[in-house]
């Protein structure tokens, strides 16, 4: 009997911790305490829910270690100035580093980033991998951020293909954002990275150079086509480009070694039959056409000029000159996490959100040279 005396105390002992930690935590992020706020003293928690001492403080202790509450000794308990709520982003990746075949240099490029913009800006991004793995402990772990409130919103780094019920859960209790491009579909807001201004740009400019027969390479994977679309076709029309014969590949990135067998076949072609312009429309494709094009001894861009989307900033420089064209992954982040921000304020900002291409010389003038030390209220405030 005594044993069940005890179980059922404690029992009763964790019931009132749980109410005590959600009913405190759901008035700061209310806002019925705002940040830097002093909050009531231990004794009037105590009154107010019928408790001990020791049960208020265990309370009072998980607040603190989860960041909502700052305590000052001898004067009183604070809500936090950053609460999580307010300052916390979750940043998550369909994919893990550690698998190379499914990671790429969009994600690489958005981790290095976002930890930069962390630090210039004092928030906290949070990064969560294999999310389309509901059994993986980052999901585990997203969920309790959820639950617990320690997010101001979550930042998909890419789509999750099928996208489980819990996802969609978390999108209803926080603020979400999806990196992807205008054709998805989905219940989240979307900051647009989309296809058809980089291959407008590239086209262009390989028009300037005195281009008329190009090839074009794309991601098999993300178009879930291996032909050319009619609007793509149009674009290149537009320019006075064509595509030479066999000129139009879409490859997996997973694959992206293939890229380098496949320029060199194209361009062991005749003069006239090969293509004079090159467009690729995935960055992970780079590396491997160059090497094909120095194996192959083609000359750039006497040869052929070689126009590429590109995020910027580019970790490591091309082996040949390369034109490129793409999205700074400093604002695409600023922009979603001024989305979250937005929403917080309760605001109603619009679920697609731009953002602009640009060419590696424009990125570097906005940048003077720097892109590094750029103010990122530059990248929220377009926002």
């Known amino acids: ?16 911790h749980k109410e005590i930690l959600a009913a405190v935590r759901e008035e700061i992020v209310r806002g019925l305490y705002a940040p830097g706020a002093l909050l009531p003293t231990r004794e009037t928690y105590e009154k107010r829910f019928g ?8 309370s009072f202790d998980q607040l603190l270690n989860d960041g909502f509450v700052e305590v000052l000794h001898r ?9 999580p709520h307010l300052n916390r982003y979750a940043l998550t990746f369909p994919s893990h580093p550690a698998e190379p075949h499914r990671w790429s240099r969009f994600h690489d490029v958005v981790q ?11 928030k906290e991004i949070v990064f969560f ?16 951020d959820v639950e617990g409130q320690r997010l101001a919103g979550i930042i998909h780094a ?6 489980s019920d819990d996802i969609r859960i978390f999108s209803s209790a926080v603020p979400t954002v999806m990196i992807a491009s205008p054709s998805w579909t989905g219940d989240f807001a979307v900051v647009r990275m989309e296809y058809e201004p980089v291959l407008e740009r590239s086209a262009a400019y390989l028009a300037t150079q005195n281009r008329r027969r190009v090839a074009l390479l794309e991601d098999a994977e993300g178009l879930g086509r291996h032909k050319l679309a009619p609007d793509r076709a149009a674009i290149l029309t537009r320019h006075g480009l064509t595509l030479a014969r066999g000129a139009h590949a879409a490859l997996p990135t997973s694959c992206a070694y293939t890229a380098r067998y496949w320029i060199k076949l194209l361009m062991a072609q005749s003069p006239d ?19 094909g094009l120095l194996e192959a001894g083609v000359r750039i861009p006497q040869d052929l000029c070689i126009a590429s989307h590109h995020n910027h900033p580019r970790p490591v420089p091309e082996q040949l000159p390369v034109h490129v064209f793409g999205y700074d992954a400093t604002e695409v982040i600023a922009s979603a996490m001024a989305y979250i921000d937005r929403r917080r304020a309760g ?34 405030a377009a926002f």
Not at 347 to 372: F, L, Y
Request: aromatic content about 4%; glycine content about 6%; some cysteine.
């Open 1 to 16: 009997m005594r044993g069940m005396k005890r179980r059922s105390t404690d029992d009763r002992l964790v019931a009132k």
């Open 51 to 58: 408790t001990t001492a020791p049960t208020v403080q265990k």
């Open 75 to 83: 004067v009183g308990t604070f809500v936090s100035r950053t609460p």
């Open 112 to 122: 290095s980033e976002a930890t930069r913009l962390a630090t210039r800006t004092g």
């Open 129 to 144: 991998y294999d999310l389309w793995k509901t059994s993986s402990p980052d999901f585990a772990r997203l969920q309790a």
């Open 158 to 163: 890419r789509p999750i293909l099928g996208v």
């Open 273 to 291: 039959q090969r293509p004079d312009g090159l467009i690729i429309m995935d960055d992970n494709f780079v590396d491997e056409v160059c090497q």
């Open 347 to 380: 605001d109603h900002p619009s679920h697609s959100i731009p953002v602009p291409v640009r060419s590696a010389e424009e990125q570097a003038q906005r940048t003077n040279g720097k892109p590094h030390d750029r103010p990122v209220a530059a990248a929220v």
